[in-house]
């Protein structure tokens, strides 16, 4: 008990188990650690720096609270007690993130709590306080940073007359073209080919070399195939997801990206997941959006939202996705000017927007995860450029968690949107890839949904 207390001095035990969290457990890992470091933190800060010295409290005496194995005994208040809260607020955060962990860092936690009444040093109530403060201030952070969840979207399963119709592979990958992308970031850890032709052994797996064109490889794959494959990120998918409407054929998506976001929503999170998908031949039709002409499963955007998707994502793999989209957004806000644009007839003075296929959680500005991938919906979230202190005031907003009722964000749900601007250089973003938009366009969903292979 004295070790295990002395381990948890300046919440070094914390740190120490946030560094292997981050390290080992890949993001739901970081994002645990990010979290349970925060509410430490924020613990610490209300237990050991206000609360203390509000309500000052001998620590208790030594004839009946004998002081054990300690080397030197606390002078400060006893209520709360500090290691208390910062353990069960770290215990609490990573298990909002990963479940898993409630169990062993629940007992961690109340180890270390009672390690301070049995060193003599702290009261059972001091303990019991201190825990409720750790507690609540973890549950208090997904107020400002949400948790996402990460389940697998729903979508209509086809039904099966149907799939043979538009074209489907067997189950040992017969009359299936996987492309793979070499350039892709490698998101499982490899170059998965062996692995495609030792589970699909049927299937034609091909690798575009250095000179080839991907939309080529993927073109030539459909014209001879009954179904493709794309080996890649978002931006890989992207490419494959308008070469299988233009040819009607199923698709099948294998990660091996940096993000894969359309994979996970469809519950792929592997090689083996996107395998067992093609061996129980279940397709889903999923909505396809597109924006000036350009197809996007997961979203588009304009203004300046492409320049601060990029600034996030240079940072969201060591911070995590929302306090990184709140760097990127500050750096954003300094340093450009609002956009002018007529959306839907109305002239609007913006900053950016984001555009969700399908509704996107949660309803702040940080949309993670989509309950459904076919609800013919887009998910609209616009930062006005117009409104008095409009940067200062969506700060505050962000900060506090209360976003989502902010004048200065507004979220709208809609089946299609028409825009316009008298921006000669009007950069816009599919799924992350960049292009030259024209001065008016539309974003509306494809006429054709797209039949996509998801496991069970």
């Known amino acids: 008990m004295p070790r295990l207390s002395s381990a948890a001095n300046h919440s070094?035990?914390?740190q120490a188990l946030a560094a292997g969290l981050g390290a080992l457990a890949g993001r739901s890992g970081r994002r645990a650690a990010l979290r349970g470091l925060i509410a430490v933190a924020a613990a610490s800060a209300i237990s050991s720096g206000v609360l203390k010295r509000l309500l000052p409290r001998r620590r208790p005496p030594l004839d009946a609270f004998p002081f054990v194995g300690l080397r030197r005994r606390p002078v400060s208040s006893s209520m709360p007690s500090g290691h208390a809260a910062s353990a069960f607020a770290f215990a609490t955060a990573a298990a909002i993130e990963l479940p898993v962990l409630a169990a062993p860092l629940g007992a961690l936690a109340a180890a270390v709590?009672?390690?301070?009444?049995?060193?003599?040093?702290?009261?059972?109530?001091d303990v019991l306080f201190g825990a409720a403060i750790g507690v609540g201030t973890a549950v208090a952070t997904t107020r400002v940073w949400p948790r996402a969840d990460y389940s697998p979207a729903s979508a209509r399963p086809v039904p099966t007359a149907l799939a043979r119709v538009a074209g489907e592979a067997s189950a040992d990958g017969a009359g299936l073209t996987i492309v793979v992308n070499p350039a892709a970031g490698s998101g499982h850890g490899g170059d998965p080919s062996d692995e495609l032709r030792s589970a699909l052994p049927a299937a034609h797996i091909v690798t575009p070399g250095a000179a080839e064109d991907l939309e080529s490889a993927l073109r030539d794959a459909a014209s001879d195939a009954r179904a493709i494959g794309i080996v890649g990120g978002d931006g890989s998918i992207n490419a494959a997801v308008a070469v299988a409407l233009e040819r009607g054929c199923p698709l099948v998506v294998v990660p091996g990206g940096t993000l894969n976001h359309f994979t996970r929503d469809l519950?792929?999170?592997?090689v083996e997941d996107a395998v067992?998908?093609?061996h129980t031949g279940r397709l889903v039709a999923v909505d396809v959006g597109v924006i000036d002409g350009h197809p996007f499963v997961n979203t588009a955007s304009f203004g300046s939202y492409s320049l601060l998707v990029e600034a996030r994502e240079r940072l969201e793999h060591v911070i995590g996705k929302w306090p990184a989209l709140v760097v990127a957004l500050v750096r954003i806000l300094r340093d450009t000017e609002p956009f002018e644009f007529t959306i839907d007839d109305r002239r609007r003075r913006i900053w950016t927007i984001f555009v969700g296929n399908c509704a996107y959680d949660p309803p702040g500005f940080a949309p993670a995860t989509r309950a459904r991938l076919d609800d013919a919906t887009f998910d609209v979230r616009i930062v006005d450029g117009s409104e008095p202190w409009a940067r200062v005031r969506l700060m505050v907003a962000a900060l506090?968690?209360?976003?989502?009722?902010?004048?200065?964000?507004?979220?709208r749900l809609v089946s299609t949107?028409?825009?316009r601007t008298d921006s000669a250089d009007n950069l816009l973003a599919a799924d992350g890839e960049i292009f030259q938009g024209h001065a008016s366009f539309t974003v509306e969903k494809h006429p054709t949904q797209l039949l996509v292979y998801a496991p069970e």
């Not at 519950?267 to 592997?270: K, R």
């Not at 968690?401 to 979220?411: F, Q």
Request: a positive charge; aromatic letters at 10%.
């Open 12 to 14: 070094a035990l914390w």
């Open 276 to 278: 067992r998908a093609v």
């Open 267 to 270: 519950g792929i999170e592997s």
């Open 417 to 419: 949107l028409t825009l």
């Open 113 to 125: 709590a009672y390690s301070r009444i049995y060193n003599g040093v702290h009261y059972p109530g």
């Open 400 to 411: 506090t968690g209360n976003l989502a009722r902010s004048k200065v964000h507004t979220r």
